[in-house]
């Protein structure tokens, strides 16, 4: 009998649930960005079936679950996660390389507060294959802990409160009702947390209610940060030779920044910008900016997505791991069948006139445009925020509607 598999992801609590220049610096930003290059290609397709939907994403935090993921698997089944992230948990240096990136992204150094923990909850009369919890200690550094899913709601509450400490309070019920039953067996948690303040905060009274087009035509009146400042910006073109501003707004501690994009026209939909996204290209807005004194307008926006992962995982070829009869789980478990039966990645994220509170060659440079004098957010538009050190994304989106 074949037990179904939950794997719920989500990236300021992130979840996933079982049911049925030397070479370590290179490894880390070889990590780093194979890393932030599959949970930007997860991210694609989620705004791709979104289409005109708000969604707030971690490309880091779908990457985290992932990678612990590949050590559950085996065969086929791991040989799709491998393929789709690029690389193998197992393979030489990548594990210590994430791990280096974890102290990097949680050093004291980076002033914004960024927390991420991981943790995994295991059935407690499930067989695990001998030496798993060793040996997944050793790669990730977090101890197994056991529960038992029989106790349906108190195994939810273990789980919950576990996410609800670890994001400070942002995600309190990351398991609904019905998400573990009996049949649950594993349930693999990455939660991340972060809270920046603006290196130059927004006054609050130049926020003023503005018009926002929406992508359909229409507008809605929101309230819209305002600030004169040298920023750092540039200006791209998409393939199809449509132009799109990028704009960089740093958190405090310098480390990490807000990178705000949206075509220039206002005709021109946000996928044209979405759907050639990759972590590269991301770090050649950073590589081509210049600094220029410009009025920024940008509306306060607080965004909450819960994202269904299953569909968009399989069109990266993660197939196996959804179907009962084709799914290898045997570096878990050889004494039970299981399954994967759900994916989710479930996001908050604040943005404020102090700061952010979030608990995740296709482009040539141009400059044939006048740079414009003022910067107006007020249409769909795409943000990332972004350790810029390592070139890690930790949570991307797209503001359709503030």
């Not at 991981?118 to 030496?131: E, W």
């Not at 409160?161 to 400070?168: A, G, I, Y």
Request: glycine letters at 4%.
């Amino acid at each position: 009998m074949r037990m179904s598999l939950v794997f719920a992801c989500l990236a300021m609590g992130l979840a996933l649930t079982f049911a049925e220049g030397s070479a370590s610096s290179h490894h880390q930003s070889l990590a780093a960005r194979l890393a932030t290059d599959f949970g930007v290609k997860v991210f694609r397709q989620v705004v791709q079936a979104s289409k005109d939907r708000n969604v707030v994403f971690s490309p880091y935090g779908v990457a985290s679950v992932l990678a612990m993921l590949q050590l559950t698997t085996a065969g086929d089944t791991q040989q799709q996660i491998q393929e789709a992230m690029q690389f193998k948990i197992e393979e030489k240096g990548m594990a210590p390389a994430l791990r280096q990136l974890y102290k990097e992204l949680m050093g004291p150094w980076n002033k914004d507060e960024i927390s991420t923990a991981d943790a995994i909850f295991v059935q407690r009369d499930l067989k695990l294959v001998q030496g798993f919890m060793p040996y997944f200690f050793r790669l990730f550094r977090t101890t197994v802990k056991q529960v038992d899913f029989s106790e349906m709601d108190r195994a939810r509450f273990i789980i919950n409160d576990w996410v609800k400490r670890h994001t400070k309070g942002m995600i309190n019920d990351l398991l609904g009702q019905g998400a573990v039953d009996q049949l649950t067996r594993l349930v693999l948690v990455n939660a991340l947390y972060f809270n920046g303040q603006w290196k130059t905060p927004f006054p609050e009274k130049s926020t003023h209610h503005r018009l926002f087009h929406k992508s359909d035509g229409s507008t809605v009146s929101v309230p819209m940060m305002a600030q004169t400042n040298k920023f750092n910006y540039t200006e791209f073109s998409t393939p199809d030779g449509h132009y799109y501003d990028i704009l960089e707004l740093p958190y405090h501690g310098n480390t990490l920044s807000m990178f705000i994009a949206a075509p220039y026209e206002k005709e021109v939909p946000l996928s044209a910008l979405t759907s050639i996204l990759d972590a590269q290209l991301i770090s050649q807005w950073k590589g081509n900016m210049t600094r220029l004194t410009r009025l920024l307008v940008l509306p306060k926006f607080s965004l909450e997505s819960e994202v269904d992962l299953r569909r968009p995982l399989e069109n990266l070829g993660m197939t196996d791991m959804f179907r009962p009869n084709q799914a290898d789980f045997s570096s878990l478990s050889d004494q039970e069948l299981l399954y994967m039966s759900q994916a989710l990645q479930k996001v908050k994220i604040e943005v404020n006139e102090s700061g952010t509170v979030a608990s995740s060659s296709t482009a040539i440079i141009v400059s044939a445009r006048m740079a414009p004098e003022e910067i107006i957010m007020d249409r769909p538009f795409l943000f990332v925020v972004r350790h810029n050190p390592t070139g890690t994304v930790l949570f991307m989106g797209q503001v359709m509607e503030p």
